[in-house]
């Protein structure tokens, strides 16, 4: 069986077990009329990630636990309630590093293929981490569980020990962007991209191999699986995954210098990278964007300043407009909740900030905050089918 039968088995096995469910079977979901209805605590202690999956009636929370660094929860069920019991994966590692401790640092699903993608980080000797540690795992989606099918991301110039490490998928499904790569000569801050073949795959690229010229001057070639790669070291330092918005196949947004978005334009090589510096705000930012507002968000690590700025294709089209939330400290990426009340959420210190949106995305300076138990939130995740905010706290309510 090819991996395209083997995608449309999943699905069908998805169909038939209940946890693929179509999207009317919540169409008469009501929206929720205030934050509190909205939110919803799920315990997965030192959680890192969360996306969720309408398609496939998934959430999949990733955290620091030594055993399972991967929580998947069917959404199948009741939307108001905090899922069910959870299956649990534990990321790959080598043998050689079996007392290094991996952590997952970014999610996406494949918007077409029952594909989840995960960026992987760890800590350790760098020989060996260059050796034997892939940064990007591939799992199928099965009826119970994820099934790895692949991994790449291999070798010097891929960076590891860091914090921060989203990843981002084009809508059509045909390229994915990665963080945190570097340059193997001088360590350069770089971010790239691997093509993805009809089944979800890196695309391996023609490589000349050294020593190989003709006497007409022409090198043999290999097929290896090579990311596409672009210094960003003028432009933003390590760790560069501080969120990636990939609106179309040719650009991605990532955090740069000056806090504001950078775009990369993979079809320009004059100039490659574009920047909109925000000089007044007062740290890194985490961004998200949503698709239907056309509108990047972020959000200052450790702060309380959020942004937003209407783009095309990733490219900013008007001044942006900057908040504050006094006393917040923020520490996720902003999600966008896009239902009759418009909002964007935060995850803080110990609490989860709402910002209101009106219908253009543009800040209403109405905002609330709900305490949750947890001392960073991390990992927020919105479905759109259940109208309900999934995020993940260390423990239930006293």
């Known amino acids: 069986m090819n991996r395209s039968e083997m995608a449309l088995h999943l699905l069908a096995c998805l169909y038939a077990t209940g946890l693929f469910v179509p999207a009317a079977v919540h169409a008469q979901t009501a929206d929720p009329a205030s934050p509190d209805e909205l939110l919803v605590p799920v315990v997965v202690p030192g959680a890192i990630c969360a996306v969720a999956s309408d398609t496939h009636n998934l959430l999949v929370i990733g955290s620091d636990d030594d055993k399972h660094q991967l929580s998947i929860f069917s959404l199948a069920g009741n ?4 899922p ?7 990321l790959p590692k080598p043998a050689l590093l079996e007392n290094a401790k991996n952590r997952p640092l970014g999610m996406a699903f494949h918007p077409k293929l029952p594909l989840l993608y995960v960026w992987q980080d760890i800590t350790a000797d760098a020989e060996k981490i260059h050796i034997g540690f892939n940064h990007l795992i591939i799992y199928a989606i099965e009826p119970t569980a994820l099934r790895q099918v692949a991994a790449y991301a291999r070798g010097p110039e891929f960076a590891h020990g860091l914090s921060m490490g989203a990843i981002a998928i084009d809508p059509q499904g045909r390229r994915i962007f990665l963080p945190n790569l570097q340059d193997p000569s001088n360590g350069g801050a770089s971010i790239g ?14 490589v000349p191999i050294q020593g190989t010229l003709d006497g007409r001057g022409l090198n043999q070639f290999e097929l290896v699986t090579k990311p596409v790669r672009v210094n960003v070291s003028r432009f933003r330092g390590l760790p560069t995954g501080w969120g990636f918005v990939a609106p179309s196949l040719n650009t991605v947004v990532f955090t740069g210098a000056g806090h504001g978005p950078a775009v990369w334009d993979t079809q320009n090589r004059r100039a490659a990278i574009g920047l ?10 985490l961004i998200a964007a949503d698709a239907q507002l056309s509108v990047l968000f972020g959000a200052a690590q450790g702060h309380d300043s959020l942004y937003r700025v209407a783009h095309a294709d990733g490219y900013p089209t008007l001044m942006p407009q900057v908040v504050q939330l006094p006393g917040a ?3 996720s990426a902003p999600t966008v909740i896009v239902a009759n009340h418009n909002r964007l959420a935060v995850g803080g210190a110990g609490k989860v900030h709402f ?8 800040f209403t300076n109405e905002f609330e905050s709900i305490s949750v138990e947890s001392d960073a939130v991390r990992a927020l995740a919105y479905s759109r089918k259940s109208k309900r905010l999934y995020v993940a706290v260390e423990k239930d309510r006293q």
Not at 193 to 206: A, K, Q, W
Not at 276 to 285: A, Y
Request: one cysteine or more; a negative charge; charged letters at 25%.
């Open 79 to 82: 939307a108001a309630h905090a």
């Open 276 to 285: 909109l510096p925000i000089d007044t705000l007062p740290g890194d930012c």
């Open 329 to 331: 400290v923020f520490h």
């Open 193 to 206: 991209y691997f093509d993805l073949d009809g089944e979800g795959m890196p695309r391996p690229t023609r």
């Open 84 to 90: 069910s019991k959870p299956a649990q994966v534990d």
């Open 355 to 362: 910002a209101g949106l009106n219908k253009r995305g543009q």
